[in-house]
């Protein structure tokens, strides 16, 4: 089943609050990837860059990731990509979002003006 532009802004949503909402300590939030330049097929996938305060490593901070997702979508495939590089979130009724964890650094840099979230002084 391939979602409609509707369903990804309210999975997008969804994943948004969790984000800034369950005490992740997360700093910045950004939509990137073909989905959020509109130039993407039907069957592509969302990107989620974000950044925490503190700046823990991906190994550190994914599986505190995985649970607080598991728990927030219970009836959704939440995993590690290769190399834990990426969290993936794929929606059994159609959507997937790949959560990828930058430092604030990098952030700022690549995605700097594109920020749907930003919070200083955590």
């Known amino acids: 089943m391939i979602p ?3 369903r990804y802004h309210r999975l997008w949503t969804s994943i948004y609050n969790v984000l800034t909402h369950q005490r992740l300590e997360v700093s ?7 989905r959020a330049r509109i130039q993407y097929r ?3 996938d969302m990107d989620v860059i974000f950044a925490v305060s503190g700046d823990p490593s991906k190994s550190n901070f994914y599986p505190k990731l995985i649970r607080v997702m598991n ?3 219970p009836n ?4 590690p990509g290769r190399s834990y590089n990426v969290v993936h979130i794929d929606f059994a009724r159609g959507g ?3 959560l990828v964890l930058l430092s604030e650094r ?12 930003r919070r ?3």
């Open 4 to 6: 409609s532009e509707d």
């Open 28 to 34: 910045r939030v950004a939509k990137a990837g073909s």
């Open 42 to 44: 039907p069957d592509s």
């Open 71 to 73: 728990a927030n979508f």
């Open 76 to 79: 959704e495939t939440v995993y």
């Open 96 to 98: 997937k979002f790949d």
């Open 106 to 117: 990098e952030f700022d840099i690549q995605h700097g003006n594109d920020v749907e979230y």
């Open 120 to 122: 200083n002084n955590l």
